[in-house]
C-alpha cells in the first residue's frame, strides 16, 4: 500500500486506506508492544514513505471489524467489496484475523468478482499446464 506505487491506482479512496492502514497498525503497535518484526515494519514504512509518516504522525488509533473496500483492479475495473473481520486468538497473546471480502448479490461487483475469480481458476494459453501434468504424461 505504501511502497507500491500502483496503490495509489488501486485503491478509489487511498488516502482514507491509507488513514486507515497507518491507524491498523497503531493499534496491533499497542496491542503487541514487543512485536519486533512489527515495529520493524513501521521502521521501514516510516523511513521510506512519507505518506506513511504522516498518517503514523497522526496517532490515529483504529480497528475496524466490518466496512466497504472500492478497488479498482486493473483486470476487472471497480469493486466494491464489503469485508468483515473476526480476531481467532490461537494463544495467550497471539491473535490472528479472518477477513471475508464479498460483493453484494446482484451487482456489477458480484458479476466483476466471479470475473475475476473465473481468470485465475483458469491457465492462461501463455502459461499452460505445469510439466508433469497429465497433459504433457508420455502416451
Known amino acids: 500500500m505504501f511502497l507500491d506505487p500502483g496503490a495509489h ?3 478509489v479512496d487511498w488516502d482514507a486506506a491509507g488513514n486507515a492502514t497507518a491507524a491498523l497498525l497503531r493499534a496491533e503497535a499497542g496491542r503487541e ?4 518484526p512489527l515495529r520493524e515494519l513501521i521502521g521501514e514504512l516510516c523511513t521510506l514513505s ?11 488509533v483504529l480497528i475496524r471489524h466490518d466496512g466497504i473496500k472500492r478497488l479498482q483492479h486493473p483486470d476487472v475495473g471497480h469493486l466494491e467489496l464489503t469485508f468483515q473481520s473476526l480476531d481467532l486468538p490461537l494463544s ?9 471480502y464479498t460483493a453484494e448479490p446482484g451487482t456489477a461487483s458480484e458479476d466483476r468478482l466471479k470475473l475475476l475469480a473465473s481468470c ?3 491457465p492462461s494459453p501463455a502459461t499452460g499446464p505445469t510439466r508433469g501434468s497429465p497433459q504433457h504424461e508420455p502416451p
Open 9 to 11: 491506482d488501486f485503491f
Open 33 to 36: 508492544p514487543h512485536d519486533r
Open 50 to 60: 512519507p505518506e506513511f509518516r504522516d498518517f503514523w504522525a497522526a496517532h490515529d
Open 92 to 100: 495467550f497473546r497471539a491473535v490472528h484475523n479472518l477477513i471475508t
Open 120 to 122: 485465475t481458476a483458469t
